[in-house]
């Protein structure tokens, strides 16, 4: 598969939330310009309002809701990048970066530079990637005046929080529902309600998301048996991991590891 590089600009006057929690082999740099959006990756859900900048890298489960808004994106494989870009997506990864409104200009016009040219336009490819170098150079200007303690969103409610940094750091154990809730001394009940509530998605679909976003990870970024990875993200066999995968994602594990090994090695 090639390098991948795509900037997408989006308009929605209504209210919008993503379907699903998902993840990507590639990464997600989310500029919103107009609206408000709640945003959740990594523990935290983030209520942001323009102009703002998010970092979302590679296998890191998310998504969006709110009202109307207007946003850019820009999506870029790790293969495509050069070492500078790499070191500073690193860097921003799992960032919430509150800008200027002279910074939200001038991010601006260079993503929006022929943004009317089509893909059959003589050097499309070339003026793609001449826009996204220098996006990250004023990127790297903006990165240096922002402090750690700065970057982050606010955390989810304290038990959806602690239920997902259970689940983070054991989903490759047999975890149920009962053990999470006598590990949080709450009931069924009451974390199904705030996981629905917040997220809109119940514990054990995140976990279940969860392992899936790491076999994904697992199968670009290592050469280990489907059986190795099923072990270590909680299935109980290779085969039933191939099973529940081809279910949920339409393809086999080994089909995904061909089409998408290549973004992260050229």
Do not use: W
């Given at each position: ?18 379907p699903k929690l998902h993840a990507h082999p590639y990464y997600e740099i ?137 689940l983070n750091q054991n989903y490759a154990s047999d975890v149920t529902l ?89």
């Amino acid at each position: 598969m090639e390098k991948f590089l795509k900037i997408e600009e989006l308009s929605n006057p209504n209210n919008m939330a993503m379907p699903k929690l998902h993840a990507h082999p590639y990464y997600e740099i989310y500029f919103l310009f107009e609206g408000k959006r709640s945003f959740f990756f990594d523990k935290s859900l983030c209520a942001v309002e323009a102009p703002v900048l998010l970092v979302v890298p590679p296998y890191t489960m998310h998504k969006t809701e709110g009202g109307a808004f207007r946003r850019v994106n820009v999506y870029v494989t790790p293969n495509a990048l050069d070492d500078f870009q790499r070191e500073l997506l690193t860097s921003l990864s799992l960032s919430v970066i509150k800008l200027t409104p002279e910074q939200e200009a001038e991010l601006l016009s260079v993503l929006r530079r022929e943004s009317d040219a089509s893909l059959s336009a003589p050097h499309f490819a070339e003026i793609q990637t001449a826009k996204f170098s220098y996006f990250m150079l004023l990127l790297s200007e903006i990165e240096k005046g922002i402090a750690p303690h700065n970057r982050k969103g606010e955390e989810l409610a304290p038990l959806v929080s602690a239920a997902v940094h259970y689940l983070n750091q054991n989903y490759a154990s047999d975890v149920t529902l009962d053990e999470l809730c006598h590990a949080l001394f709450t009931s069924k009940q009451t974390l199904i309600y705030n996981f629905k509530k917040h997220l809109d998605f119940s514990p054990m679909q995140y976990l279940l998301k969860l392992r899936l976003t790491k076999v994904k990870e697992l199968l670009v970024t290592t050469s280990e048996s489907i059986e190795s990875i099923a072990d270590q993200t909680g299935f109980s066999s290779g085969n039933y991991l191939t099973l529940i995968f081809k279910q949920k994602e339409g393809l086999s594990p080994s089909q995904y590891r061909k089409e998408n090994k290549a973004f992260f090695h050229g």
